[in-house]
C-alpha cells in the first residue's frame, strides 16, 4: 500500500511536467519529444543563434507536403508553432511576417528542433530574418 502513495505522485509529476506551461512551455525544445501527436512543431526566431527566449511571434508557418497538401499556423508569444493535421514528408515550409519571407525545400520531419538548434551539431534555429 505504502508504494502506491510514492508512485501516485512521481506519475502525475511526470504528466505535469511536459504540459505544465501549456502552448508557450519549453520555446527552442523539440516539441515531437513529448507531444507525438504533432505532426509539425517548432519555434521560430529571429536569427540563427538566438536565445530561447527570443521568439517571433505573429509568423505565418506555411508546410506545403508532398502531397501538395497546405497545413498554416501562426508563431504563438514564444515563437512555438505547431499542428496535429497529417503532414506527408518531404515537405517545403514558408515563414512570413509582414513584406519578410524565408523557406526550406525538402524538409524531412515536423520535429524542427531536431535539426534546428544552437548545439554543436545543430543547423541553428528556425529563423526569419
Not at 16 to 39: I, L, Q, R, Y
Request: with cysteine; hydrophobic share 35%; aromatic share 6%.
Amino acid at each position: 500500500m505504502r508504494t502506491l502513495f510514492v508512485v501516485a505522485p512521481v506519475a502525475l509529476l511526470a504528466l505535469v511536467a511536459c504540459d505544465a506551461n501549456g502552448p508557450t512551455m519549453k520555446p527552442g525544445e523539440n516539441c515531437k519529444g513529448c507531444h507525438d501527436n504533432f505532426s509539425v512543431a517548432g519555434t521560430v526566431y529571429p536569427s540563427a543563434q538566438a536565445q530561447a527566449s527570443e521568439g517571433l511571434s505573429g509568423v505565418t508557418v506555411a508546410v506545403v507536403d508532398s502531397a501538395q497538401k497546405t497545413v498554416t499556423m501562426t508563431s504563438n508569444s514564444v515563437g512555438n508553432f505547431y499542428s496535429q493535421e497529417s503532414v506527408t514528408w518531404p515537405a517545403t515550409i514558408t515563414l512570413t511576417l509582414g513584406t519578410r519571407t524565408a523557406s526550406m525545400q525538402n524538409g524531412q520531419s515536423g520535429a524542427c528542433a531536431t535539426c534546428h538548434n544552437t548545439s554543436a551539431t545543430g543547423q541553428g534555429r528556425v529563423y526569419l530574418p
